[in-house]
């Protein structure tokens, strides 16, 4: 297929699309799926040339970083993210709360409510807590450690009392530096563009 009629077949998967922001490996996705055969590279070379691409954010730094970007855990179910965000539905705003794993990067569990309190928060680690580890009694989830930002719900007597319940180790992110528990900002920003907004 020339370049030209390549190009009108990405605008049009790119048209189609309910999504915002979609980059070139979905599109190939697309593409092939329509039967359409290419290579990765001539995608994004064509969409790189007509501008097609997904915006992307260029950040600058802010003084000193207080971490180095690097948690890889070795195995699954030894860190675990987690973090919420809000969204506004037909019936008003909605807490979104989700915890993932660091190694897998798969969702453990989410949860949507009206509210947003400390008690919404554990929703997501319950789900994860009776499924990866086949139950919910004291100390089951002993190794496991989860990021969190400082969020108050994450900082509760409550919240934190049901993670020592669990055996699970507290571990907050830095203040403002997100980055620390970018695993679940990451799932967060891909739900927030593929489906919330």
């Known amino acids: ?12 998967v790119l048209v189609a699309s309910p999504f915002h922001g979609e980059g070139h490996r979905k599109v190939w996705a697309r593409l092939r799926l329509q039967g359409v055969r290419t290579s990765k590279a001539r995608v994004l070379r064509l969409m790189r040339e007509h501008d097609l691409l997904a ?7 802010r003084g000193p970083r207080n971490h180095d970007g690097t948690i890889l855990p070795d195995a699954v179910d030894t860190i675990w993210g987690t973090d ?85 180790e507290s571990s907050p992110a830095f203040v403002r530096a997100p980055e620390g528990n970018g695993c679940a900002e990451r799932f967060i920003r891909t739900l927030k563009e593929n489906l919330l907004l």
């Open 84 to 168: 919420m965000t809000t969204t506004w539905t037909g019936e008003g705003q909605a807490a979104v709360f989700v915890a993932v794993d660091h190694h897998s990067a798969g969702c453990v569990g989410l949860h949507a409510a009206r509210r947003g309190t400390r008690f919404e928060a554990l929703e997501p680690l319950r789900q994860g807590v009776r499924q990866h580890f086949g139950g919910f009694t004291k100390g089951i989830a002993a190794g496991l450690a989860l990021r969190h930002d400082h969020g108050s719900q994450y900082m509760s007597d409550a919240f934190q009392g049901e993670l020592e319940f669990l055996g699970i």
């Open 55 to 61: 915006p992307s954010r260029v950040g600058s730094p």
């Open 1 to 12: 297929m020339p370049d030209p009629e390549l190009v009108e077949a990405i605008r049009a």
